[in-house]
């Protein structure tokens, strides 16, 4: 599954391609892709205009200028596919839509969908525009979600009510991250990590990356942190994040960029994650494999304590 970066990556090549399209029609082919009938979600959407394009987490935000929002999820295996219009249909060539429209951008798990003819059989929902464009919203597993919810009732949604505060957001201080720390817990301290009720959008990618830069032991009992550790550890989660969406993202098998490029932040940058036998970059010392609130974890019993 995608984390924040990776999502935030997406966010800003679909920025950059949807904001200002027109919604012309809109047809949904499987039911558990989408919280309303194809029927429903016409009758809200279409004629609106596409605002803007934020994120919560994981979570996808379009946002339209007629007071709705559709929160999309991808889950496992969706993809946010956009398709420019024909050029033969003259519409960017009259100029009647900016340069930045012409190219076609996808984001999510790479499979054939991105260079393949669609919609194919993956596709679960297709956005047309007024230019004759589309997104298409493909999902091989079914699992992730588009919701349209009033605008102004994002933040009561159920899913996102129930996320923690952005890791980058300017107001987050290291005093909010350790106020949201159980206090005297003995769970690991990567599974809060993972809790997205602790802060939302860290996956096991940057928790693993995230403590190791902290130089915190993953399997370490919340309730054993000092103050120094988590102030550490909430600078490492903060850089660890602000890296890779330098990078692009990360890449396993899962994930590809709005421009169907693959992240670069675990060949670059990662110091531990998916990394087992590797020496570690700091010490030399092998990097160990175990499992941790469920997850595979790598550390290096040398750097971390």
């Not at 993202?249 to 590809?256: A, C, E, H, P, R």
């Amino acid at each position: 599954m995608p984390e924040l970066p990776e999502v935030e990556t997406i966010r800003r090549g679909l920025e950059r391609v949807l904001v200002g399209r027109v919604v012309q029609h809109v047809e949904v082919s499987e039911k558990r892709s989408c919280t309303v009938s194809s029927q429903e979600l016409a009758a809200a959407i279409v004629g609106a205009q596409v605002e803007t394009v934020s994120r919560h987490g994981k979570l996808l935000i379009i946002g339209l200028d007629n007071a709705l929002s559709l929160l999309t999820h991808l889950r496992m295996t969706g993809q946010l596919i956009f398709k420019a219009a024909d050029v033969d249909t003259g519409l960017e060539a009259s100029g009647a839509f900016p340069d930045k429209w012409e190219s076609d951008f996808g984001g999510g798990y790479p499979n054939q969908s991105f260079i393949g003819n669609l919609p194919d059989k993956t596709t679960r929902i297709i956005f047309t525009f007024s230019d004759g464009s589309h997104l298409y919203f493909n999902d091989q597993r079914k699992f992730g979600y588009v919701k349209p919810v009033p605008t102004g009732e994002v933040q009561l949604d159920d899913f996102v009510a129930s996320l923690g505060p952005e890791p980058l957001d300017p107001c987050f201080s290291a005093e909010d991250f350790a106020a949201r720390l159980p206090k005297g817990s003995k769970r690991s301290v990567k599974s809060v990590l993972l809790d997205q009720s602790t802060v939302t959008g860290i996956g096991n990618i940057y928790a693993d990356e995230s403590l190791f830069l902290a130089r915190i032991l993953p399997s370490r009992t919340v309730a054993s942190l000092t103050r120094s550790e988590i102030t550490a550890l909430y600078a490492a989660i903060r850089s660890c994040m602000e890296q890779s969406i330098a990078d692009g993202g990360s890449t396993m098998k899962d994930y590809v960029d709005s421009e169907g490029l693959r992240g670069e932040y675990l060949d670059l940058h990662a110091t531990v994650f998916n990394r087992a036998g590797l020496p570690c970059r700091v010490c030399g010392a092998p990097i160990r494999k175990t499992k941790v609130a469920g997850r595979g974890t790598h550390y290096c019993e040398n750097c971390q304590k």
